[in-house]
């Protein structure tokens, strides 16, 4: 597999000048024999240090030391410590403006109504909801303090101290010390490992070289950073799915009654070797194993928001929600960005990926039948066979075809429909609840079915009674038009993009998120 053959690649460059310094700096002299073939540390290859001469690349280099040595010129573990401390009152400066920012009752809790305030900041939002330590989904003034205190550096974005305790690592004699004399010498060899002909210049082919190693770098080390991927162990066979969401609405919800939870179902086939499946998304959803799940014996799902999973031991499920650590992969698994990303991979959880699928709407699978080879074409939407429509999801479906329009309107945005699933049977990165009022379309006829809305026309609706919440979802093409007559109390939520009236006034959306 090309993939192995990469990896074999790096590991045998040859670096004769790198290993030579190495023996040097530690004052045990040159070997006899030529050193084994070593690389410059990743921490030196990083896209930050790119220089195209010599003494540019040693510069940048040096001034890490320069700047995170108290001294300027001795790099120490008490100088890291010094950093982790700055950077950690840094991470509670900026999670108390936001929280005080939202906090507008200044009741010292930033509750769902005010997180709906800002509905359009998603990325800010997300970021403060990771303080809600125990998911009620509020954040207090305790949480939002304990937050950036028990955040690890690793996983805080805070680079800064993990680079010093790399550079510290480098440390050639062992003394627990790294002084601008070794670094530099360090630096020294790492270029000429790249600098062929030694002519203290990277020509294009040299720095493509070095621009490469450099990529695959950033990609493995922001993979394990935020991503805390598993290592796969040598019987285990490695499956990859990336999608963009699921085609299938769920019944419950993993990110609140505001937000959209999708499913797709995963068919493990029979067989004797353990599987690995990592899974991502990027609307939240919930991946539903079914047939020899015993087989599966690694799952890892991520998700922007959030990501669950049914049918399986919670022993051995790794989720990370907020952030999208996999990426759904368009064309061909040769193209650069592709390659990268599957080399940087494979090097992270140390094992070749037997099969992926990467699909804008995931819809169902069988493993291993419907995995392709990473060799082949990735993206293979236009193969999908479509789920069947379901109804389960809705408490009933009495008289449910009477409502033409919507219910046409759910078959061509979700497929699939929407499906019964056991709040009790999901593991999840936040607490599983069902829906009070189901998502979008089902949501709509969720109403018009329990008599609190009837159609009026296409896309529009007439309240006949108060309900308890807008369907959550409603942006875009799902939008949709209300008319509540005047008093009548109007839904908890969101409304999205839809247009809402009351009586003949229309109602701003800044109203309507108050």
């Known amino acids: 597999m090309y993939l192995t053959a990469l990896r074999e690649r790096c590991r045998v460059r040859k670096a004769f000048i790198w290993g030579?310094?190495?023996?040097?700096?530690?004052?045990?002299?040159?070997?006899?024999?030529?050193?084994?073939?070593?690389r410059p540390p990743d921490v030196l290859v990083r896209s930050s240090l790119i220089a195209h001469y010599r003494e540019a690349y040693i510069s940048m280099v040096m001034s890490v030391l320069r700047q995170g040595a108290q001294d300027h010129r001795t790099l120490t573990t008490t100088d890291i410590e010094r950093k982790k401390a700055i950077d950690k009152a840094g991470r509670t400066s900026a999670v108390m403006a936001e929280f005080f920012g939202r906090d507008?009752?200044?009741?010292?809790?930033?509750?769902?109504?005010?997180?709906?305030?800002?509905?359009?900041?998603?990325?800010?939002?997300?970021?403060?909801?990771?303080?809600?330590?125990?998911?009620?989904?509020?954040?207090?003034?305790?949480?939002?303090?304990?937050?950036?205190?028990?955040?690890?550096?690793?996983?805080?974005?805070?680079?800064?101290?993990?680079?010093?305790?790399?550079?510290l690592e480098l440390d050639p004699n062992k003394d627990g010390k790294l002084t601008a004399d070794e670094l530099q010498e360090l630096a020294t060899a790492a270029f000429a490992y790249f600098d062929k002909d030694g002519d203290g210049l990277l020509s294009p082919t040299e720095k493509r070289e070095l621009l490469a190693r450099s990529e695959m770098i950033t990609r493995a080390d922001s993979l394990e950073r935020q991503c805390?991927?598993?290592?796969?162990?040598?019987?285990?066979k490695v499956y990859l799915i990336t999608a963009y969401e699921g085609g299938?609405?769920?019944?419950?919800?993993?990110?609140?009654?505001?937000?959209?939870?999708?499913?797709?179902?995963?068919?493990?086939?029979?067989?004797?070797?353990?599987?690995?499946?990592?899974?991502?998304?990027?609307?939240?959803?919930?991946?539903?194993?079914?047939?020899?799940v015993e087989r599966v014996t690694t799952f890892y799902g991520t998700g922007l928001t959030g990501v669950g999973v049914?049918?399986?031991?919670?022993?051995?499920?790794?989720?990370?929600?907020?952030r999208e650590c996999s990426?759904?992969?368009?064309?061909?698994?040769?193209?650069?960005?592709?390659?990268?990303?599957?080399?940087?991979?494979?090097?992270?959880?140390?094992?070749?990926?037997?099969?992926?699928?990467?699909?804008?709407?995931?819809?169902?699978?069988?493993?291993?039948?419907d995995f392709r080879a990473v060799t082949d074409v990735v993206d293979d939407d236009g193969s999908v066979k479509k789920p069947d429509f379901s109804?389960?999801?809705?408490?009933s479906q009495d008289g449910i075809m009477q409502f033409k329009q919507t219910l046409a309107n759910l078959r061509s945005f979700s497929p699939g429909?929407?499906?019964?699933?056991?709040?009790?049977?999901?593991?999840?990165?936040?607490?599983?609840?069902?829906?009070?009022?189901?998502?979008?379309?089902?949501?709509?006829?969720?109403?018009?079915?329990?008599?609190?809305?009837?159609?009026?026309?296409?896309?529009?609706?007439?309240?006949?009674?108060?309900?308890?919440?807008?369907?959550?979802?409603?942006?875009?093409?799902?939008?949709?038009?209300?008319?509540?007559?005047?008093?009548?109390?109007?839904?908890?939520?969101?409304?999205?993009?839809?247009?809402?009236?009351?009586?003949?006034?229309?109602q701003l959306p800044t109203v309507l998120r108050q």
């Open 228 to 236: 805390r991927l598993p290592k796969a162990t040598a019987r285990q």
């Open 248 to 292: 299938t609405l769920s019944n419950v919800s993993i990110v609140g009654q505001d937000e959209v939870t999708e499913t797709a179902t995963i068919e493990i086939a029979a067989g004797s070797e353990p599987i690995y499946l990592a899974v991502s998304s990027v609307t939240p959803m919930i991946w539903s194993l079914t047939g020899h």
């Open 327 to 369: 990426r759904r992969f368009d064309g061909k698994s040769g193209s650069a960005t592709t390659r990268q990303f599957l080399q940087a991979l494979t090097s992270l959880i140390d094992h070749d990926i037997d099969g992926i699928i990467s699909r804008y709407t995931s819809f169902n699978m069988a493993l291993p039948s």
């Open 310 to 322: 049914t049918g399986i031991s919670k022993d051995v499920v790794t989720l990370v929600s907020d």
């Open 104 to 167: 507008v009752n200044a009741d010292r809790v930033v509750d769902a109504q005010e997180f709906s305030n800002l509905r359009e900041e998603i990325w800010s939002r997300a970021g403060l909801l990771r303080a809600d330590a125990n998911a009620d989904g509020k954040v207090s003034l305790d949480e939002a303090l304990t937050y950036p205190q028990n955040q690890s550096d690793d996983l805080s974005g805070d680079r800064s101290s993990i680079q010093l305790e790399k550079y």
């Open 391 to 395: 109804l389960d999801g809705l408490l």
């Open 20 to 38: 030579a310094a190495m023996a040097s700096i530690a004052g045990n002299g040159l070997a006899q024999e030529t050193p084994l073939p070593r």
């Open 417 to 506: 429909g929407v499906v019964n699933i056991d709040s009790k049977d999901v593991i999840a990165t936040r607490v599983a609840e069902p829906y009070q009022v189901l998502p979008q379309q089902a949501g709509l006829l969720q109403l018009l079915q329990n008599g609190s809305l009837v159609e009026r026309g296409r896309e529009a609706y007439a309240a006949t009674r108060a309900f308890a919440r807008y369907p959550a979802g409603l942006a875009g093409a799902h939008s949709v038009t209300f008319q509540f007559p005047d008093g009548m109390k109007l839904p908890e939520g969101r409304p999205g993009h839809s247009e809402v009236y009351v009586g003949k006034t229309k």
